[in-house]
């Protein structure tokens, strides 16, 4: 578990190969023997390890405070977490938060006390896919790391606000590294094909537009790069010259084809694209709102929850300027049901592109909001006697109806009464925007709804 721990920690496999005196590229998995063992050789993380940057002020001094590496698989969380390991002066853990319970948190804890007696050593706990904790095993952490008895690293693909409670939150600084460009991993795959010690050495060449194709399709995970490398290299043999853009193609295509686009369709991920998918839409970009919705049916989204979205925002952005949207929306929520997929893509296809390109008005969705917090603020004011339903002879003794005049009996089907309570008489809570259909839905509404006392709360 730690630096004198006689199992294996989840640094320890990268070193086999080294330890054994092995080298070329059969001395196991490219991706671990490529790991950089310096800050110099950490790629694509300049915004945090940048010169001067604090995070890399902490490692260089050994004054590293307790941190979560939050960012997407293969951006160097753990990478950089074993050359703090490598440069630090305290003791070093390692635990797993897919196999760790409790009492491995309390062997750490007993173990990090007794060096600080002792040697008055600090202890550095690494725990991989922190945001697998439950609340128990976070609580667990807590006292020791708000104590100084462990300085806590985490590393979580998921967004710490969701998945780590706040207590904890609040006593680590939360380190977002990005997803590596292209460009970055176009270095990592030189360095790799390059490196006679750790690398291929030579052993294979690519052209850079082959590289560059390799580096962009590695959806910014520098482990999916190398491992993709290595593929071509098995696949290559020991063929002379560089290999082409084609030719590395061919070697990847059926594996690159049967893997799934990274998309958590309960984790940030999820919650970023099906944002990014719904503002496109109401912001009339139909191509947009196509590719979000590739995204989402690409990587595993269930279709009637991408309806279901599509209903919503039929009402809340598109509303009376085109009463259609709506009707639209519930057809492909009913096509999905029916055809299934894949063929319902076609159907959400069509209600995307419809959506995107209708004009729009949330004026229903505001006005149902203010007449919300208007009953929230006043409470059931007493309803206008002369629209009250006189059920029962006392009721209309009582004046319950009085004076109620039948709309269909006047002329145009309009009374011309009062319907709000008194305190709200001449309140809009429906204001029609002067777009599509309900610029005409406003001209009647002015023309049939003159003000009935003062009060307006535009």
């Not at 006689?6 to 080294?18: G, M, V, W, Y």
């Not at 310096?38 to 995070?55: C, I, M, S, T, W």
């Not at 023309?447 to 307006?456: A, E, I, Q, S, V």
């Amino acid at each position: 578990m730690g630096n004198d721990s006689n199992s294996d920690d989840l640094f320890d496999i990268a070193e086999r190969s080294e330890s054994s005196g092995i080298s070329g590229p059969m001395a196991g998995p490219l991706a671990h023997r490529m790991r950089p063992r310096e800050l110099d050789d950490f790629v694509g993380q300049e915004r945090v390890l940048g010169a001067g940057k604090p995070l890399r002020q902490w490692i260089e001094t050994d004054r590293v405070p307790s941190l979560i590496l939050w960012g997407p698989p293969g951006c160097g969380k753990t990478t950089l977490s074993r050359i703090i390991a490598s440069r630090t002066q305290s003791n070093f853990e390692s635990l797993s938060a897919v196999l760790a319970g409790v009492k491995d948190i309390k062997e750490v804890v007993e173990k990090a006390k007794q060096s600080r007696r002792l040697s008055r050593r600090k202890t550095i706990l690494f725990v991989d896919e922190i945001h697998r904790f439950n609340k128990s095993q976070q609580d667990a952490l807590l006292p020791h790391v708000e104590d100084g008895t462990l300085t806590l690293i985490g590393a979580t693909t998921e967004n710490p606000s969701f998945e780590l409670n706040s207590a904890l939150l609040s006593r680590t600084r939360v380190i977002r590294l990005e997803r590596l460009e292209a460009e970055a991993l176009a270095k990592v795959i030189h360095k790799a094909l390059q490196d006679p010690e750790r690398g291929l050495g030579g052993f294979l060449t690519l052209t850079d537009e082959a590289i560059l194709w390799l580096a962009s399709t590695a959806e910014g995970d520098a482990r999916r790069a190398l491992t993709a490398l290595e593929s071509v290299s098995l696949y290559a043999g020991t063929s002379p010259g560089a290999l082409d853009l084609e030719q590395v193609k061919a070697a990847l295509e059926s594996a690159l084809e049967r893997q799934p686009i990274p998309y958590d369709k309960s984790g940030e991920e999820h919650y970023n694209v099906i944002s990014a998918f719904i503002k496109s839409i109401r912001d009339s970009d139909p191509h947009a709102g196509l590719y979000y919705l590739a995204r989402m049916l690409e990587g595993g989204e269930d279709p009637l929850f991408i309806a279901r979205r599509l209903v919503i925002l039929a009402s809340e952005d598109v509303g009376n300027a085109d009463p259609r949207g709506l009707m639209v929306a519930i057809a492909a929520k009913e096509a999905v049901d029916f055809v299934g997929m894949p063929e319902a893509r076609i159907n959400l296809g069509q209600a995307v592109t419809y959506l995107a390109l209708a004009p729009k008005s949330n004026a229903s969705y505001e006005g149902i909001n203010q007449a919300i917090a208007e009953v929230r603020a006043t409470g059931a004011l007493p309803v206008p006697m002369h629209i009250r339903n006189a059920v029962t002879g006392l009721m209309k003794s009582e004046g319950y109806g009085k004076n109620y005049r039948y709309a269909h009996a006047q002329s145009g089907a309009r009374a011309g009464q009062t319907h709000l309570p008194e305190p709200l008489l001449g309140t809009h809570f429906y204001k029609p925007k002067e777009v599509g259909f309900e610029k005409q839905l406003k001209e009647k509404l002015d023309f049939l709804n003159p003000d009935f006392g003062t009060k307006n709360n535009s």
